[in-house]
Nanobody, 124 residues
Framework: QVQLVESGGGLVQPGGSLRLSCAAS????????MRWYRQAPGKERELVAA??????????NYADSVKGRFTISRDNRKNTVYLQMNSLKPEDTAVYAC???????????????WGQGTQVTVSS
């Protein structure tokens, strides 16, 4: 099986920065897309950013609400995805969870895995 473990959340003042990490472990043959989602109380889950690797090139996409402030990246050797969050706003407060499309060793099937989430609170 696969485990995704997030870290890096916490409390930060408006205008501050945080860097989230999500490490995947288990019997992983390959990881295709990796994503960060967030969900604030009373709101629907939102796709924040996604990254896909094609050879040595990474392709990233962002929600309009975070473009220019957040950067997603990945280290394929470590099966880890990062989310650098700058110029944070109170409306960025949410539980952030990572998601990955993984192919397991010995399988041709791609399956969807989730981390447990990490709280990000932006407040003065």
């Amino acid at each position: 099986q696969v485990q995704l473990v997030e870290s890096g959340g916490g409390l930060v003042q408006p205008g501050g920065s945080l860097r989230l990490s999500c490490a995947a472990s288990g019997s992983i043959f390959s990881i295709n897309a990796m994503r960060w989602y967030r969900q604030a109380p009373g709101k629907e889950r939102e796709l924040v950013a996604a990254i896909t690797s094609r050879g040595t090139t990474n392709y990233a996409n962002y929600a309009d609400s975070v473009k220019g402030r957040f950067t997603i990246s990945r280290d394929n050797r470590k099966n880890t995805v990062y989310l650098q969050m700058n110029s944070l706003k109170p409306e960025d407060t949410a539980v952030y969870a990572c998601n990955a499309d993984c192919v397991l060793v010995g399988s041709w099937k791609q399956s969807d895995y989730w981390g447990q989430g990490t709280q990000v609170t932006v407040s003065s």
